[in-house]
C-alpha cells in the first residue's frame, strides 16, 4: 500500500537516494529542501514514470520557517505515515545566529523536534518518525544548547546528534501505545555525504547503504516495536546508544531544555 512519507534535506546525499527508492517502490514522497531552484531540479529529475513528488521549502536553522513547512504539510495532506528527519549541518561559515545560538543544535536537534511535534496530529498509531542520528555521540552542553557558549564543529555535531538521540527515546517511549513510532538511526558511519567530505576530507561509503536502513526503518515489520529506540547500522542492528541518552535525568533536562528553547 502507498504510503506519504515526508524527507527534510532530501535534495542530496541519503535524503535524496532514500526518495528515489520511496518513489520507485510507488510511494508519495514529500521532499523537503532549503533552496527552491535546487528543489525544483530534483522534483524533475525525479517526476518519472508517474512517481508522485511534492516538494516543500524552509531554512530549518529558522525555527519560524519549521512551523511554516508544518502548516504548509498540513495544509495539503490530512494525513501523514512516515517523518524522516534527514536534515543535517556539520561545518557552516558562520556556526552562530544573531541571538547566539549554535545552528548545528537548532537544525539537527530543534528543528526535527519541533517539526515531529507539529506533524504528530496528522500521524496514526501506524505511522513513524525516523530521526537520523550518527555514531557521533556526546554528552551535551546545556550551556552550549542554550548558546552560552561555542563548540568546535566536531563537538556541536556529535552533541546535536546525541541530544536527538534522547528527544527521539525520551518521546518514543512517551507515544509507544498511543504512536506514532519515534526512532533514531545511525546509517553508517562515513557514507559518502557532502559533510563527511567537508570534515574528513574522503569520499566515503555507498549513500544507498544509510538509504536503504532508512526505508527500512520507515517501512518494515523489524521496526514495528523500535519505539524509543536506537539502530546502529555500523553493527547492523539495534543497540545501546551513548549511555546519556538511557539516563532519564539528563534526557529528561535536555528535552526540557528543548522545550524551552523552541
Known amino acids: ?30 521532499l523537503h ?24 521549502v524552509a531554512d530549518l536553522s529558522k525555527l519560524e520557517q519549521v512551523d511554516e513547512l ?5 495544509s495539503k495532506y490530512s494525513s501523514l505515515d512516515v517523518v524522516i528527519n534527514n536534515a543535517g549541518v556539520f561545518n557552516i561559515p558562520e556556526p552562530r545566529n544573531a541571538q547566539g545560538q549554535d545552528l548545528r543544535f537548532i537544525v539537527n536537534t530543534l528543528a ?40 568546535s564543529d566536531n563537538s556541536a555535531y556529535a552533541q546535536s546528534k546525541l541530544a536527538l538521540t534522547m528527544w527521539s527515546r525520551e518521546l518514543g ?6 504512536g506514532p513510532i519515534v ?35 520507515s517501512l518494515s515489520e523489524e521496526f514495528n516495536d523500535a519505539a524509543g529506540l536506537y539502530f546502529d547500522n555500523d553493527i547492523g542492528q ?9 539516563n532519564a535525568q539528563k534526557s529528561g533536562q535536555v528535552v526540557e531544555l528543548i522545550e524551552a528553547l523552541i
Open 1 to 30: 500500500m502507498s504510503k506519504t512519507i515526508l524527507i527534510t534535506g532530501a535534495t542530496d546525499g541519503i535524503g535524496l537516494v532514500t526518495a528515489k527508492q520511496l518513489l520507485e517502490q510507488g510511494h508519495k514522497v514529500l
Open 33 to 56: 529542501g532549503r533552496n527552491p531552484a535546487k528543489l525544483e531540479s530534483v522534483k524533475n529529475q525525479l517526476s518519472v514514470n508517474g512517481a508522485q513528488v511534492d516538494t516543500f
Open 70 to 74: 508544518a502548516k504548509q504539510v498540513a
Open 112 to 151: 526535527p523536534y519541533k517539526l515531529t511535534k507539529a506533524l504528530l496530529p496528522l500521524m496514526g498509531k501506524s505511522g513513524r518518525v525516523v530521526n537520523l542520528s550518527s555514531a557521533a555521540q556526546a554528552t551535551v552542553d546545556l550551556d552550549a544548547l542554550k548558546g552560552n557558549r561555542q563548540l
Open 173 to 178: 517511549l512517551a507515544l509507544k501505545d498511543s
Open 183 to 217: 526512532v533514531s538511526v545511525n546509517p553508517k558511519s562515513l557514507l559518502g555525504r557532502k559533510m563527511v567530505k567537508d570534515a574528513y576530507g574522503i569520499a566515503g561509503g555507498d549513500l544507498s547503504i544509510g538509504a536503504d536502513i532508512l526505508v527500512r526503518a
Open 238 to 246: 539495534f543497540a545501546s546508544p551513548h549511555p546519556d541518552a538511557l
